[in-house]
């Protein structure tokens, strides 16, 4: 299929789960974040159980071609799995700053970073359960994750980096052996630190994918939108990205209105291409959505295109995030009409 649709990974969690004005008024966590949920244990499972039925029932209506689940046992894009490691103290937080210069608390590593047990197998499993569509699951990379800790025990962040990478690594090993067609890296930080992603990101990705049995992905972005308001002109590390082995990569171009001719320069990977501007409540026409599209197409061969948000809904009111995620399987369908 030309321009099949996706989500980046998360879709809106359910008030009734978590409290979103709390979630809103903060960084995404790096740390633990138990006092988002609105259900208590013992029935967590069973509510996020539901809620994730929920997020993949409302891809399917969509129209979308690819599945996630939508992220919804997750406080944040990274910390579900960050936090699982082993080598971190979780409760003696240390800080970082943020893209936008506010300090926040992250986990201090005080040993080797290592995974102890798969993190993320059961989600993918009880995905595959609930959906007969391609399925992607997403982790944190291990750029970002090197940069979203406190280093108080490698020499270099690089080598930390490095054993984030056997960790994750690991994860996508059982994850495709579970039955995943797509594993996403989420790199946010390469566009956030691109000094210091020459320096090692490529090569710490690059070990993190290294045997992948299915597709890979990896997806840039320039931040929440609810976060982050202001968009440079373009991205500060991407034509770097032609030397990973990753399969895919996701970028934004919707509320960036980015000059998609950097995407020449990748020309052969095959591009997420972000059509949603998730800083506008209003839900594009799917005409607006083809448009989007169409502006790729001349640096993207077509079969090379993946039509995707710019970045996470997890943020978006749910009707809100349900009528974009249609005009975008709408608006692919109009730009795949044209190509036969």
């Known amino acids: 299929m030309l321009f099949p649709t996706t989500l980046v990974?998360?879709?809106?969690q359910p008030n009734w789960l978590i409290d979103r004005e709390k979630l809103k008024g903060q960084f995404p966590?790096?740390?633990?974040?138990?006092?988002?949920?609105?259900?208590?244990?013992?029935?967590?499972?069973?509510?996020?159980d539901d809620a994730t039925r929920i997020a993949i029932r409302?891809?399917?209506?969509?129209?979308?071609?690819?599945?996630?689940?939508?992220?919804?046992?997750?406080?944040?894009?990274s910390n579900r799995f960050a936090t699982a490691l082993d080598g971190l103290d979780l409760d003696d937080y240390g800080t970082v700053m943020t893209r936008s210069g506010s300090p926040v608390p992250v986990p201090r590593i005080v040993g080797k970073i290592s995974r102890a047990r798969p993190v993320e197998?059961?989600?993918?499993?009880?995905?595959?359960a609930n959906t007969d569509r391609k399925i992607k699951i997403t982790l944190p990379g291990p750029f970002t994750m090197s940069?979203?800790?406190?280093?108080?025990?490698?020499?270099?962040?690089?080598?930390?980096?490095?054993?984030?990478?056997?960790?994750?690594?690991?994860?996508?090993?059982?994850?495709?052996?579970?039955?995943?067609?797509?594993?996403?890296?989420?790199?946010?930080?390469?566009?956030?630190?691109?000094?210091?992603?020459?320096?090692?990101?490529?090569?710490?990705?690059?070990?993190?994918?290294e045997g992948a049995a299915g597709t890979t992905a990896v997806h840039i972005?320039?931040?929440?939108?609810?976060?982050?308001?202001?968009?440079?002109?373009?991205?500060?590390?991407?034509?770097q990205m032609k030397s990973c082995t990753c399969n895919q990569i996701s970028i934004e171009t919707a509320q960036a209105n980015l000059d998609?001719?950097?995407?020449?320069?990748?020309?052969g990977k095959t591009i997420m291409v972000g059509v949603l501007d998730l800083s506008d409540m209003a839900i594009e026409t799917p005409e607006t959505i083809a448009a989007r599209i169409r502006r790729a197409l001349p640096y993207v061969d077509p079969e090379n295109v993946v039509v995707a948000p710019d970045?996470?809904?997890?943020?978006?009111?749910?009707?809100?995030?349900?009528?974009?995620?249609?005009?975008?399987a709408d608006g692919a369908a109009i730009v795949r009409a044209e190509y036969g």
């Not at 990974?9 to 809106?12: I, N």
């Not at 320039?222 to 991407?238: E, N, Q, V």
């Open 58 to 77: 409302d891809q399917e209506l969509a129209g979308l071609d690819i599945i996630t689940d939508g992220e919804i046992r997750r406080e944040s894009y």
């Open 147 to 209: 940069l979203q800790a406190q280093n108080d025990y490698y020499a270099s962040t690089a080598d930390a980096a490095m054993d984030y990478a056997q960790a994750v690594k690991e994860e996508i090993a059982d994850l495709f052996a579970a039955g995943a067609d797509i594993v996403q890296l989420d790199e946010p930080w390469l566009q956030a630190k691109p000094e210091v992603a020459e320096e090692y990101g490529i090569e710490a990705i690059n070990a993190a994918l």
């Open 221 to 239: 972005c320039f931040g929440y939108a609810a976060m982050t308001k202001k968009r440079p002109d373009g991205y500060s590390f991407l034509p």
């Open 311 to 328: 970045c996470g809904l997890k943020y978006l009111p749910r009707d809100v995030a349900f009528g974009k995620m249609k005009a975008m």
């Open 121 to 128: 197998v059961e989600d993918l499993k009880f995905l595959r």
């Open 260 to 267: 998609t001719s950097v995407l020449e320069d990748l020309r």
């Open 29 to 48: 966590p790096r740390t633990r974040a138990k006092e988002l949920w609105r259900i208590q244990e013992p029935w967590l499972r069973e509510a996020q």
């Open 9 to 12: 990974g998360s879709y809106c």
